[in-house]
């Protein structure tokens, strides 16, 4: 598998399939905070995200744990309350992605990492062997980088 290519694609978390992982061995998933989870300067989570990593973790039985380069939210945040939480992590040194698999207590090959960074999440969980998914949210702001993320996600598709 090429280094920086998904081996799923979404435009949102809530896109993502538990049974497709389950499928694929997954047992624990490491996720990334900005621009995947949520938006880059929200302080707290959506209802509704909150929901879904609920229901998503008691339906597939998958574990969870955040995994981000930013600093830690300034305000509590109920999420990170309820989800083991690795910040300023160092993400795409293989270290950030070994402390994750420590909490999630999964092998390399039976954790996924869920992200939009092209160089921190996908080549990160690759080069592990991981089961990677890219998330586009509909959210983030076109950009100079953003449109170089999307260029590539383009050229990988084939």
Known sequence: MPIFKPSQIAHSIYEIDGDTLQRAGIKGIILD??????KKKSESA???LKIWLKDFQ?????????????????????????????????????????????????????????????????????????????????WTQPRFIGAIKRLVVKVLRV
Request: glycine letters at 10%.
């Open 58 to 138: 008691s339906r597939y039985a998958i574990k969870l744990v955040i995994v981000s380069n930013s600093k830690p939210p300034t305000r509590g945040n109920g999420l990170i309350n309820e989800i083991p939480a690795l910040f300023e992590a160092g993400k795409p040194k293989k270290k950030a992605f070994l402390a994750a698999l420590d909490i999630l207590g999964t092998r390399r090959n039976e954790t996924a990492v869920i992200g939009n960074g092209i160089i921190t999440d996908l080549w990160g969980g690759n080069r592990l062997g991981m089961y990677t998914i890219f998330v586009s949210p509909s």
């Open 46 to 48: 959506s209802d509704s």
């Open 33 to 38: 905070w900005n621009n995947t989870l949520m």
